[in-house]
T-cell receptor
Framework: GAGVSQTPSNKVTEKGKYVELRCDPI?????LYWYRQSLGQGPEFLIY????????DSGLPNDRFFAVRPEGSVSTLKIQRTERGDSAVYLC???????????FGSGTQLSVL | AQTVTQSQPEMSVQEAETVTLSCTYD???????LFWYKQPPSRQMILVIR??????QNATENRFSVNFQKAAKSFSLKISDSQLGDAAMYFC?????????????FGKGTLLTVNP
């Protein structure tokens, strides 16, 4: 595609529910990143994929968070038993190679009621 | 761990004037990259400018330039001839150049308002 696409743009859920957030990177980009941006803060790193594998998942806050990229393209961030503190904008970015320019999507605004 | 500090939560500038956004960082590494990103209301982070720490020359991209002071660990962004479209949140970010650590560490951002 022309850019990084994230769906849905907005997601409202109830505390305790499960959610999936999707990221479609730019075609051919091997590196993919997830960041979380809480209100009034800068983005915080969650996880980095190189191809299909998670090269660095040190930013995932706890085991309720999990991300996959099974075919080395689309990635899904999965959050179990959502909590109100999970409310944030979840940003995805991709690059042609790890040290190349990052292209960000417009994020998914997650609201946990 | 590296930290990035942006001490100006908000700044304003008149159209066509010049404004400087401040950023300081803390690191024990000698080789790294620094970035300024712009985030408009669309939420999409857009790269404005990038500086390699090993380069003494300050990076410049059209109306955007940086003042990189490595010893002081300071990395400010100067926007010249400000335009209404420059209004946005601006984030300073750090990335190590060591190994395969590609994650960015961001500051809290500065909200820039451009007055007509």
């Amino acid at each position: 595609g022309a850019g990084v696409s994230q769906t849905p743009s907005n997601k409202v859920t109830e505390k305790g529910k499960y959610v999936e957030l999707r990221c479609d990177p730019i075609s051919g980009h091997t590196a993919l990143y997830w960041y979380r941006q809480s209100l009034g803060q800068g983005p915080e790193f969650l996880i980095y994929f190189q191809g299909t594998g998670a090269a660095d998942d040190s930013g995932l806050p706890n085991d309720r968070f999990f991300a996959v990229r099974p075919e080395g393209s689309v990635s899904t961030l999965k959050i179990q038993r959502t909590e109100r503190g999970d409310s944030a904008v979840y940003l995805c970015a991709s690059s042609a190679a790890p040290n190349e320019k990052l292209f960000f999507g417009s994020g998914t605004q997650l609201s946990v009621l | 761990a590296q930290t990035v500090t942006q001490s100006q939560p908000e700044m304003s500038v008149q159209e066509a004037e010049t404004v400087t956004l401040s950023c300081t960082y803390d690191t024990s590494e000698s080789d790294y990259y620094l970035f300024w990103y712009k985030q408009p209301p669309s939420r999409q982070m857009i790269l404005v400018i990038r500086q390699e720490a090993y380069k003494q020359q300050n990076a410049t991209e059209n109306r955007f330039s940086v003042n990189f002071q490595k010893a002081a660990k300071s990395f400010s962004l100067k926007i010249s001839d400000s335009q209404l479209g420059d209004a946005a949140m601006y984030f300073c970010a750090y990335r190590s150049a060591k190994g395969s650590n590609y994650k960015l560490t961001f500051g809290k951002g500065t909200l820039l308002t451009v007055n007509p």
